[in-house]
């Protein structure tokens, strides 16, 4: 595997499908850079899910973290995107990413973005012991 | 943009409309005064929003947190009043504002505001993940 | 206003009536005796309450604190009884007061009580946000 | 009152009966014997209740917990029979238990019982604010 | 009993059947390798459980842990096994367990497995008092 | 030995007289008057001390911590004066006494007095292991 | 005594001249603005000093630093002022204070001056206990 | 070995003798009973020790700190007498032993003591690196 | 002034020369990348100093710690370096640099330098109050 | 380089010859086994060095520390060894090792070892800045 930043998020195939169960990763080391003035945002991001078919391979995760280091990204914009790219990676039945980012202008900032969206989810048809 | 104090909250659209998250800031600067003495008061406000259209500027809430710098404010009127001016800036799908007052006579306040609110918030047909 | 200690509690109207908000103070400063001993006892109270007309003063509640000093009292007794006094100063939609008290014996003690009681307040018809 | 170790529980009565309410105590201070080794072992007891006709008298809990000092006693066994005790003697609407207990071979171990149990609990019908 | 390191898990006979209670089992001593490159892997497991008729024997699951120290283990496989295994030796009513990985490439992982499984508990013939 | 409040400290013979080692009691538990307001003041004192042929006997360090309970004090005057009544009582090769005192006005206040004073020790000739 | 802002520092006569002891202040509400912005900046000060004649009184100190709130300052400019202003009211035989500004530009601020300066006390001289 | 409390110590050859390092144990499952009143008294014990020619032996450690179970004790009596019976046991080059006692009395107390005594240690003469 | 990286430190005349004080910045927003994979690194800086005639101006301080984002360092070369040009900048009377970087391979490094060197300040000539 | 556990620690050339600064590694992932009874034992180990002309390569440092997994240890010869190893490797003007044991029998263990012993310094011809 290259140790090359790349937006290519590897998977393998979930051990133990049919389980519901949750996999966290906590992500202290993310940095972008402002998109108004280019200079250094840094994050903390967690990630939770629960798999379907496909769990997310670890070191590709820390090279698709590393491929924002020289891109420019507002707050909500880049949670959001994350979020996306990693639920089409391996279509987990339930994700939720949560982004630290450092103190800017004396506040700190949190985004957190779930994946079925909560407005979406008809929680008397789910099953994932996340919905209720 | 300015950086004069003012009550005018900038803001900007909301990048994944249709998706329910939630965005939170935590501004551990503010200071007004006591109404009654003229004395300098110190809180932390902590903001929990899912927007819908609109999501709140970072630099101008800096900005509109410092406009009461000079003001006089009972805890529990100022704390509904930023309510106020917060959901009419961005018309969120939900928000909560928290704010801890220092202690004062050896007693600690902190006031908590939802909107909408809990009790006008018909549970059944509400689908934003935070009121039930 | 005094600032001798008085059983009696001060309020203010409610600033924002029809929304339901939390008000909480935190009471580190509380001491009375122990009616078997007469020696010292300490406690911190925290109270917690969603107003509806009216709202507890600040100082005249430090004053009513310290209205407990020379007094005896058990720590269920007490407990209980602020919280009646409370009630019947602000009849606020939701409160709970809990008691914590310093170690003795060897043990640690905390008393929590809420109005409306648990067993009184019928859940179906309640809106506070608290009950459920 | 005797200041004997003692298996009999002193009790007064609930100074606000009808009321719902919290009492709990943490008891660092307890320690009894390996059945299998005898040699020592330590815990902290955390006891939550709510009263009905009856209140635990605060020093008869610690000589309670002292008569266990020469005792041989398993993590499981301990647990359960102090719980029994404790509803035996002030007969609560609702009891939590949890022994916190000193590592061995490199594990803590941690025990909470409930009374009344969490299957003989009817739901529907219970409204101690503990069941749901 | 052995001090060699075994797949078997001992058990005793619960001392209070009928009774729904929580036993957890903190362990911080875990090490298996990585089954890539055969380096030493580390991870802390937290059991809970609400036994059946059985019980894990304390001593027995410190030589169970023990045995994967000289074995490959993927961090969801391992995971996914380890709750099988302990509850083919006790058959509880509710299990769940939890494994915090030490950090790799920056990242931190955790994953978490319960049993019965989220899916397959049907919530209504359920009285356990975890499935909720 | 009464349980009233009392000036009179009591004493009992070191233990081990010629050897130097060091005693602390910290007293959370301490409360006075404001001198001028005559509002209750709440303060933590921690004593540590070197014995000579005396120590401190601690029921009647509490029944002297007590005795302030309605006496005015202003902070820097009352922990001087709890030194010399220290000092007097068992005349102690070293000892340093530490008053934290509840926030007022937004300041929290810390004194710290210690004997023999810093400046009258002849730092050559003292051999306490505290003068240096 | 007044209760507006004021660079005038109230002092009362030490109550143990001759005595070596310390006195310490927290004051975690100060604020200012930038003399480059006029933005609101925030700090916590904290204040050790051993007296001479003369001691700081507590409610001009909270005045004092109120004073500051409308006035520019610069970081290392301010502090060193402080320091100044403070033992031109008191004297002490000893003072340090130490400024811990609020984050700017991702960058944590302290300053901490002395009084004597470390440059001018002749250590051999000093019997203060603060030089070594 | 026995699993029996006992007052014996049991030693062996330091590995490393001529090197002056530092070993130390925290111990905190320590239980004796009260010599006034027979009930019991809990304390955490730390010893620090630089070795001479024999170490403590760790399970001989325990043993003889469980030998105190039944024995009635006051604090600064029995802190003085582990040290002796260590610095007998292992003939230590530098020895310190703290206990840590739980409250009593709204009292926390801590005894500290060494060998050799900071009185008899000519300083000037000693290299061990603990004494100045 | 630019917001572009820079390795120009800019510094500003030391309000208060003459006296010695402390000044410190904690930097938690440093990256550079691994000279052998090029993968990033992270890290936190401390820096402490004493000025004589200069000070490190904040912002430029910002982005000379920027400028290094886009460079390979080892850890132990980076800290040396950083030490070196904060002191061709502002020539301190004594300067302290600590960096604590990530764990990489289960292990956490610092490396502290300080100037002048340790084994070049001749301790009885200075009198900077940190070389004793 | 090889992923084999090893013995042979490799070194580099200091970047800062003549300059004394500290390096300090903190290794949370030791595991060997007790030379009594071959169970599995856990340690925690800090490392701080002074270098002269190398550095310990920090992978090598991992696969050194990786070695000692299948080795049976006594604590006190263990931690001896790893400095004497170090020593060796890189002949460092000063290095400090700590150990931190998990509990065994109720009790923690430490050992800290240092090079060059503190015995064989001669105190006022080293200046490496850590033997006072």
Same mark, same amino acid.
């Given at each position: 595997?290259?140790?090359?930043?790349?937006?290519?998020?590897?998977?393998?195939? =979930?051990?133990?499908?049919?389980? =519901?169960?949750?996999?966290?990763?906590?992500?202290?080391?993310?940095?972008?850079?402002?998109?108004?003035?280019?200079?250094?945002?840094?994050?903390?991001?967690?990630?939770?899910?629960?798999?379907?078919?496909?769990?997310?391979?670890?070191?590709?995760?820390?090279?698709?973290?590393?491929?924002?280091?020289?891109?420019?990204?507002?707050?909500?914009?880049?949670?959001?995107?994350?979020?996306?790219?990693?639920?089409?990676?391996?279509?987990?039945?339930?994700?939720?990413?949560?982004?630290?980012? =450092?103190?800017?202008?004396?506040?700190?900032?949190?985004?957190?973005?779930?994946?079925?969206?909560?407005?979406?989810?008809?929680?008397?048809?789910?099953?994932?012991?996340?919905?209720?």
């Amino acid at each position: 595997m290259s140790t090359q930043p790349s937006k290519e998020l590897q998977t393998f195939p =979930n051990p133990r499908p049919g389980r =519901n169960y949750t996999i966290s990763f906590r992500c202290p080391e993310f940095t972008c850079v402002c998109p108004m003035t280019g200079q250094p945002d840094f994050a903390e991001f967690t990630i939770e899910y629960v798999p379907d078919e496909l769990c997310v391979e670890l070191k590709s995760l820390k090279l698709y973290l590393w491929s924002f280091r020289e891109e420019g990204a507002f707050h909500e914009a880049i949670t959001n995107r994350i979020l996306d790219d990693l639920v089409a990676a391996v279509n987990p039945i339930w994700m939720r990413l949560s982004g630290e980012f =450092n103190v800017r202008g004396g506040i700190y900032t949190n985004i957190t973005v779930e994946y079925p969206d909560q407005t979406s989810a008809e929680e008397d048809d789910c099953c994932c012991g996340h919905c209720e």
